[in-house]
């Protein structure tokens, strides 16, 4: 589109462009002009005064602007005033008022209930769409709670044979929104006479209330070794809808360097937990020799589908 003459000051009169009384035999270009039709409109005055809504367009004075033939009030041949191309067009959806009956004839009472007919559908359409297409099914939380504290909530009896030493500030945190509800703990798990931890257990559980995380959670989880390597991934039955154990260890057999560690998620409909335990071996820890993995497999098993039952309502 081309860009619009530049403003012309206030007490001068806009020059009009000189133009031959009929228009030369030349078929319109095509351009990307829009509206209202494929080719650009002829042009027009830029600062044409705006005509009101409802009300009849004022009508040139003879001689104002020329009649055809004769020369105008400026001196410029006188012609009919095309339409101006820059006028705004009406908006999509807004309530134009029907234009006045001529007489009270049918024509303009067609006119009015027309118009009233379309916004009515037009409301109609709209309470429809809030009505029916914002109905979902909600969030599948299966009844479960996020306690305000998961440390006390959940279950890992089964790993206080080989750490009984109690946690006296274990890491808590909560939180709950429109969104997600969410709680966390992180305990320091301790063997008898360790004055540090010699391992660390993590356990997290998410109630998602908007989203539903069964795709995201499956392409995590079931294929975390894609990602990570050096893990092993496996599926786990009897546990939620979908459970995987992610495990590695790199301590081969050392007493004094490598990791032990291993994970279980479960998704149970919009309702995911997750419980990590792991294992560090330095020349300065205590514990020369922690659980075997297997035994750790077994012990997030039995204790993540036991607070599972516990935070179940």
């Known amino acids: 589109m081309s860009t619009p003459p530049s403003p012309q000051p206030a ?50 004075q003879p001689g104002q602007f020329g009649q055809p033939g004769q020369p105008g009030q400026f001196g410029q041949p006188g012609q009919p005033q095309p339409a101006n191309p820059y006028a705004q067009a009406p908006q999509f959806g807004a309530a134009v008022p029907p234009a006045p009956p001529s007489g009270g004839g049918g024509a303009g009472k067609a006119v009015l209930w027309a118009a009233v007919g379309a916004v009515i559908a037009s409301a109609a359409w709209a309470g429809g769409v809030f009505l029916v297409g914002g109905k979902g099914d909600g969030a599948d939380l299966r009844g479960y709670s996020a306690p305000s504290n998961l440390c006390s909530g959940a279950d890992y009896s089964s790993f206080k044979d080989e750490y009984p030493e109690d946690d006296s500030s274990p890491t808590k945190s909560s939180l709950k929104n429109t969104a997600l509800d969410e709680s966390y703990c992180y305990v320091n798990l301790k063997k008898t006479g360790s004055s540090y931890a010699d391992a660390y257990l ?97 012990w997030l098993k039995k204790d993540a589908k036991a607070t599972l039952g516990q935070l179940k309502g």
């Not at 001068?12 to 030369?24: E, G, K, L, M, R």
């Open 11 to 60: 007490d001068q009169p806009v020059p009009q462009p000189q133009q031959p009384a009929q228009a030369p035999a030349v078929p319109p270009q095509p351009t990307a002009y829009p509206y209202p039709n494929p080719q650009s409109p002829p042009p027009a005055n830029f600062y044409a005064q705006p005509t009101l809504v409802g009300q009849p367009a004022a009508q040139p």
């Open 202 to 298: 993590s356990m997290q559980l998410d109630l998602h209330k908007k989203t539903d995380p069964g795709p995201e959670f499956t392409a995590l989880w079931k294929n975390y070794g894609d990602s990570h390597t050096g893990y092993d991934v496996s599926p786990v039955s009897g546990i939620g809808d979908e459970a995987y154990l992610v495990s590695q260890d790199t301590t081969r057999g050392s007493s004094s360097s490598g990791a032990r560690y291993a994970t279980l998620a479960v998704r149970d409909g919009w309702v995911t937990y997750t419980m990590s335990y792991s294992a560090y071996l330095t020349s300065y820890d205590q514990d020369k020799n922690p659980p075997a993995l297997s035994d750790v497999d077994d």
